[in-house]
């Protein structure tokens, strides 16, 4: 004999839905930015504890880029988080990086170089497979 589904269950299901699709936290499309300076007005925070920023990005020019992370329980200040092993990303390539974030985590982005971003998004993903 079949069980029928209750309300919790179907709760849950919406839940697991909800959660198993990305959120995109930010989009900037073919948009110049200067030097060491944040690329978006407001740092980004995660709407879940400890999630997983999927990042991506290309720019017109080679630079560095990083990520500037602020842990408002940290109390410590900002940190810069140099991605591609501080190396500089190749102009014109498409990359894409994972970034662990906790809830009290703030996030904003930077490169070393007055660039133009091609193509730049940040999705916060849950439930992330490799």
Not at 117 to 124: A, M, P
């Amino acid at each position: 004999m079949a069980t029928k589904e209750t309300t919790r269950d179907q709760r849950s299901s919406r839940q697991v839905t909800r959660k198993a699709i990305p959120l995109l936290k930010t989009h900037i499309h073919n948009t110049a930015v200067l030097a060491n300076t944040d690329f978006m007005a407001a740092n980004i925070t995660p709407a879940d504890p400890v999630v997983l920023f999927r990042v991506m990005v290309q720019l017109d020019t080679a630079a560095v880029f990083s990520a500037m992370v602020t842990n408002a329980a940290g109390g410590a200040g900002e940190v810069t988080l140099e991605m591609n092993a501080g190396a500089q990303l190749t102009a014109g390539v498409l990359y894409v990086f994972d970034l662990l974030v906790h809830d009290d985590d703030s996030v904003n982005f930077q490169c070393d170089q007055n660039a133009n971003i091609d193509k730049f998004i940040v999705h916060e993903v849950l439930w992330a497979t490799q």
